[in-house]
């Protein structure tokens, strides 16, 4: 397969390790190698192919667990329909023990346990109902959010769900591989909003189109160079443009463009692109896009549409559409299990269309339910026994990344400390509203700490002389209108003495009472 990239960056760029991997030979060509891979073995295939190369098709060796793959999808808007949900959910079923699935913070599912020797199947079954999983990993554009509630919110002002879509064909030519944009000079966020409340996090994307009038006209504002790393955190700040929506398409295509072919490429830690923005200055990152859109870009509108606070979806809410609501649906740190997913998509078959969709704080939404079946739907046991509608004011805002029960980068475990601390903290504390805590494994920030009320970052503390599990304290994150990063308060509490520091912090900034026993 070819790839694209100007020699001439490949050759003046020092190339690191993944520069040159990616020189050596294109991600996407292990497509037509499944099968080899499947006959000789993950144990015994290329290193290189299987730590990095499958990872653009999706699937990530994972060294905590060898020979037990996760295969990352792509959730266009967050949008899945109930057959989809079954197919993931058959899926991992047959892998026991070992299959589950995540709802990620970019609004997508990672399935856990897969074999190689099934990728090949895997992928014939998720082209038959649609998905892809082509490009969602490495140097390569990420899962494009969306407003969850796009086309059911009254109050929206642009519907996303096929711009997302276009955008999605366009880098991964309609979900089959797209060797034009698979050598990045790294991975790659893109949000397109279409509500008031910023669901999507704009502001941390490297692009970010925001609703915006211009003369009247609606269309979007455009952001450029948001991210997390380890060593910068950055907001996406102001292209200085806006376009309607008929030229997202050309404005992320010629973003990319320019990103790809001029992007930093020797130090990784340097790579994002608000680097690049930096490095030439945003006038000239500016006209870099216009040449490559082959025209100018109007100036940006003077405000955007961004002027409510934030939803979280969960419970009932009414639709725009009279006499349908949706159901926001609360599921503990985005974890699914086979029999998870089919109750899920059966509840959204029996009293919805049989679509769902995902939000970026790893939640479910049963969308078009009509009013006279609300009753019904609330009375189903997965809606007490298992998941809940009104969950309690922590459980319902809290997000956490993969941590150390799959990743390798995890400095300590998350998903399931971040569960049993919140249901410690409230089982003593009367907590008057949502406080939004988000735990995330280690400095990568994938679990987005910095846009939450109260984040929590995984690192190595010191105790008794001796390294323990610790996290570092963020505050400050607004999500939403004004939406800005927060930063760090605390650094290295060992997480053993993490409730009663919680506890001080929810009580003085939050309004959380002792509860009084009875
Ligand atoms: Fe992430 C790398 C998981 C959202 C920043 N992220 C990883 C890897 C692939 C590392 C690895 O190979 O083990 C993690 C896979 C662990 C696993 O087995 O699940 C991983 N990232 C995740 C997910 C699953 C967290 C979650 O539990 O929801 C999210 C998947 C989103 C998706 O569907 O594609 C996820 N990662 C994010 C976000 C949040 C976001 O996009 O809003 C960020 C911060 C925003 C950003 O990227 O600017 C994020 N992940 C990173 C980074 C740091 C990037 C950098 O520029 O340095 C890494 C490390 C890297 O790329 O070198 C990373
Ligand atoms: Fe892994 Fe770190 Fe990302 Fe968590 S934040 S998923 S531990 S890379």
Redesign the pocket.
Known sequence: MTNVISTSVQETATLNKFEKLKAEKDGLAVKSELGHFAQVGWEAMDKTDRDHRLKWLGV?F?PVTPGKF?L?LRMPHGLITSQQLRLLASIIQRYGDDGSG?I???Q?I?LRGIRLEDIPDIFEQLESVGLTSVQ??MDNV??ITGSPVSGIDAHELIDTRDLVQQVQDMITDRGQGNPEFTNLP??F?IAIEGGRDNSV?AE?NDIACVPAYRDGVLGFNVLVGG????KRCEAAIPLDAWVSPEDVVAVCRAILEVYRDHGLRANRQKS?LMWLIDDWGLEQFRAAVEERMGRSLAQAAPKDELDWDKRDHIGVSPQAQAGFSYLGIHIPV?RLYATDMNELARLAEVYGTGELRLTVE?NVIIPHIPDSRLEACLAEPLLSDRFSVNPTPLMRSLVS??GAQ????ALIETKSRAVALVQELEAELEIPKSVRMHWTGCP?????PQVADIGLMGTKARKNGKAVDGVDIYMGGKVGKDAHLGTCVMKGIPCEDLKPVLTKILVDTFGAQPKVSA
């Not at 991210?227 to 380890?230: C, I, K, L, P």
């Not at 990568?444 to 987005?448: F, I, R």
């Open positions: 990530f994972r996760m990352r995540d990620t913070t970019r997508n990672q969602s990993g990420r899962n790294r991975k966020n996090h941390i991210f997390f790393s380890a994002r985005g790893q990344c993969t799959f990743c390798n980068f990568n920030s994938c679990g987005q």
